[in-house]
C-alpha cells in the first residue's frame, strides 16, 4: 500500500455511520501507521446514515481523483414502503400521512415506472444537504423552517423490481450522480395515487466499484494496520506526509 501516492478504497458502510464517521476511522488507521497527526483522505459520494454499501475512500494524492469518481454512475437496491410519507421521505423522521394503497397492484407498478427512467427533473428532499441562502436545507427543516427547493436535472438509466409483497416495493435503481432515492420513492408514491417512503436502500455500486470488491470497516483498519507499504519514489525528498494536512470532505 502507498497511501501517500494514494489508495482507492471501497468500503462497505454499515447502517448507522455516516460517511465522515468512515473517513474518521480509516483516516485514524493510517496516521497511526504512518506515524503521523494529519493526513489527507476524503471519500467519493456521500452515503446517508440509514443507508449501507458501497462509499469510495481515497488518500493522498488519490483525492485528486474524487470528483472523477463522483461521476460514475451509482447502483442501489431500495425499499420503498407505500401508504405512508414522512418529512425526510425515509425513517429519519416520523410519518406525517397515511394513504390507501390497497389499489395499487404490479401492473400499475410496472406501468408508472417508466416515467423516472431517462433525463428527468428531481425536486431534492428539504432534509438533505443542499444549499439555500448559505445555509444547508435539513439545518432549516429541522428548526421547522419552511424549505423550497427547486427541480435538478439527472439521469435515471434503470428501474427494475425486484419484488412486490404487500405495501412494500424493493427495486434496482442506476442513476447519475445527484439523484435522491429517498426523493424518488415520494414521487413513485404520489405516480401511484398513493405516498411512500424510504425504508431500506444498499448502494451497491459507485463506478466500477462493485459491493462484492469493498470491505468492512474493521477489515480495512486490519489491511490498514497490518499490510507492507511502499513510499513514492520522491518521499525523502518531499517527504509529503507532513504536507498532506488537508481532509478533503
Known amino acids: 500500500m502507498d497511501f501517500i501516492s494514494g489508495e482507492i478504497i471501497g468500503i462497505d458502510k454499515p447502517l448507522g455511520w455516516t460517511s465522515f464517521d468512515a473517513v474518521k476511522r480509516l483516516r485514524g488507521a493510517i496516521q497511526r501507521r504512518l506515524r503521523v497527526k494529519k493526513f489527507k483522505v476524503g471519500h467519493a459520494g456521500t452515503l446517508d446514515p440509514l443507508a449501507t454499501g458501497v462509499l469510495i475512500v481515497c488518500t493522498g494524492r488519490a483525492t485528486r481523483e474524487i470528483e472523477t469518481l463522483q461521476n460514475g454512475s451509482k447502483e442501489y437496491i431500495a425499499e420503498i414502503t407505500l401508504g405512508a410519507t414522512t418529512p425526510s421521505f425515509d425513517l429519519e423522521t416520523e410519518v406525517d400521512g397515511t394513504f390507501p394503497w390497497e389499489h395499487i397492484t404490479i401492473e400499475s407498478v410496472h406501468e408508472v415506472l417508466?416515467?423516472?427512467?431517462?433525463?428527468?427533473?428531481?425536486?431534492?428532499?428539504?432534509?438533505?444537504?443542499?444549499?439555500?441562502?448559505?445555509?444547508?436545507?435539513?439545518?432549516?427543516?429541522?428548526?421547522?423552517?419552511?424549505?423550497?427547493?427547486?427541480?435538478?436535472?439527472?439521469?435515471?438509466?434503470?428501474?427494475?423490481?425486484?419484488?412486490?409483497?404487500?405495501?412494500?416495493?424493493?427495486?434496482?435503481?442506476?442513476?447519475?450522480?445527484?439523484?435522491?432515492?429517498?426523493?424518488?420513492?415520494?414521487?413513485?408514491?404520489?405516480?401511484?395515487?398513493?405516498?411512500?417512503?424510504l425504508t431500506g436502500l444498499r448502494r451497491t455500486r459507485v463506478g466500477d466499484v462493485k459491493i462484492e470488491d469493498c470491505l468492512t470497516i474493521d477489515k480495512a483498519v486490519e489491511v490498514i494496520a497490518n499490510g507492507p507499504l511502499t513510499f513514492p519514489d520522491d518521499y525523502k525528498i518531499n517527504n509529503e506526509v507532513a504536507s498532506l494536512s488537508e481532509v478533503t470532505e
Open 114 to 197: 417508466p416515467r423516472f427512467i431517462g433525463r428527468v427533473m428531481q425536486v431534492p428532499p428539504v432534509f438533505s444537504a443542499v444549499k439555500v441562502d448559505g445555509k444547508r436545507a435539513y439545518n432549516l427543516a429541522r428548526k421547522g423552517k419552511e424549505v423550497e427547493l427547486k427541480a435538478k436535472p439527472l439521469e435515471i438509466k434503470e428501474i427494475e423490481v425486484l419484488s412486490f409483497e404487500g405495501r412494500v416495493l424493493t427495486i434496482r435503481v442506476v442513476c447519475s450522480k445527484g439523484t435522491y432515492i429517498r426523493a424518488l420513492a415520494r414521487d413513485i408514491g404520489e405516480a401511484l395515487s398513493s405516498g411512500a417512503h
